[in-house]
């Protein structure tokens, strides 16, 4: 397999009371980083998604953008009683929200941040997870849209000024998900209502837009929904979350794993081989296959391809995470938050574990732009001891370890995938894995097909999965745990009946057997000949 050469590029922006900082990233020379912009004072600061911008919260009423290049303040708002600002993906424009005065104040405003000027500005009562940030923008920026009532506005990103320029009406939609370049569809939430079914409904936007959806799924108790496109925008992950389990085996509620394509092939259930939650789900940078951590404890952990047919099982344990660089070749299995921190590194292409470490108390954990480094951090106000960031290598080697009194933030500077390597390598390696078709869960099938026929297919189509070996193999199992006066009775047990303390009969013992088995015999001949 080809090493992928250091980058000097990679950027680590650490914040902690006093403000951030950014270090040059891995590796280091001298064993400790360099940094790259001392201290700007500051209570929070956030990357765009393409890396080129960096917002930061000086205070409630100033926002400052500071161009990622030269790592110089480019831009600053100010913008009074300010609660919440996000920057577009490609750092374009800022989004920010006021406390809300009164119905006639606009107090979402979008800004142009290379002019500074307002782009456009709206009315918005609160401000909740589903309801921010009030303007959706497709990764590349091509698409535009906002959530109205049992409506979806589109704007033409290039002139707000022209307000919405399509509408897509979807009753009772709650919640949306764009999808990633190209921004070409758009997934809608529509949650229960007077005994009719929840739904999630994909349609095409852009120049495409249509009334009628492309791709619809409906499901029963369904409290909240986490909807996740693939890269190319073919594939849309659906968890469905309810906060009841009518089964009574979980307390959190159930959650089920729904998968639909944009060409209406599949619209149906991900085929999982245990009953359980879903821990994690996560595509890979190509958008050819996702990784899932799903079921009661030990979990397992199963890598599909788009067309939910396992190619590799990762095996059980104590897991919840999932995280796959992005070039796609290494892939890091963890259980963090109430689990002890255990994390187990793959080879994707070699079909391999590489190696298993632990990472106790971790908050956040991420890959390097260049898909060489793991970077966990223990951060507050989550955790308020222990703060520190560690960095692994790609094979679990821990490579760098740096303790806080307090710390509230460790991010990748992020990067273009192209800079570090060809994704083609990777589709090449997912095309080399063969499958017998005969023997595949759902093949052809869709969301009518009865649920216990895919189980059973499921379970024909375990010995058709490759399995991948651990570099560590698990020791043997230890013998049964006997408590001291157990030891005791069996010494006193052998010298009363001749036994010994291991269960082997002593040369007495034996003889007095078989005295006893001959005599046995004798009696049973007298009572056959007397009869």
Known sequence: MAVVEPSSSLEILVRGPEGFFIWNGPPFPSGEPGVKLDRVPCTS???SDDGSKLMVTKSDSVISIFDCKTLTEIRSFDVPN????????????????????????????LWKIENGESAYQLFQKNMTKVTW?????????????RLATNEIQFFDPRDFSKGFVNRLRVPGVAALELS???GSYVAAFVPESKGMPASVQI????????????????????????????????????????????????????????????????????????????????????GKEFAVVYGFMPAMATVFDKKCNPLLELGTGPYNTIRWNPLGNFICLAGFGNLPGDMAFWDYREKKQL??????????????????????????????????????????????????????????????VEKFGDIEDLVKAVGSV??????????????????????????????????????????AKPAAYRPPHAKAAAVVQAELFGGSPSGELSKNALKNKKKREKKKQAEAASAAGGS
Not at 87 to 101: A, D, E, H, M, R
Not at 133 to 145: G, I, K, L, Q
Not at 390 to 409: A, E, T, W
């Open 45 to 47: 600061a956030k990357f």
């Open 434 to 475: 063969k499958i017998d078709e005969a023997k595949l869960p759902g093949k052809g099938s869709k969301a009518t097909q009865a649920v216990p026929k895919a189980t059973q297919a499921v379970s024909k189509a375990a010995q058709a999965i490759p399995k991948a070996t651990p570099a560590n193999p698990p020791a």
């Open 133 to 145: 940030p009030s303007v959706h923008f497709s990764s590349d920026e091509t698409v535009a849209c």
């Open 82 to 109: 300010v609660l919440a600002a996000v920057i577009s993906p490609c750092g374009t424009y800022l989004q920010t929200f006021q406390k809300c005065s009164s119905p006639q104040h606009k107090n979402v405003v």
């Open 203 to 286: 349609y095409a936007c852009g120049k495409d837009l249509q009334s009628q959806p492309v791709a619809r799924r409906s499901f029963f108790r369904c409290s909240t929904v986490q909807l996740s496109w693939n890269s190319g925008s073919t594939g849309l992950l659906v968890v469905v979350q309810s906060d009841v389990d009518k089964t009574n085996q979980s307390y959190y509620g159930e959650s089920k794993l729904n998968y639909l394509t944009t060409d209406g092939v599949h619209e149906g259930l991900v085929p999982l081989r245990k009953e359980g939650p879903i821990h994690d789900v996560q595509w890979s940078y190509s």
């Open 355 to 416: 190696g298993t470490t632990r990472a106790e108390l971790s908050v956040t954990s991420e890959w390097s732009p260049d898909g060489r480094y793991f970077m966990t951090a223990t951060t507050a106000p989550r955790l308020q001891v222990d703060n520190g960031v560690k960095v692994f290598h790609h094979n679990g080697s821990l490579y760098f370890k740096k303790m806080f009194d307090r710390l509230y933030q460790v991010d990748w500077k992020p990067e273009s």
């Open 180 to 182: 990633k370049a190209p």
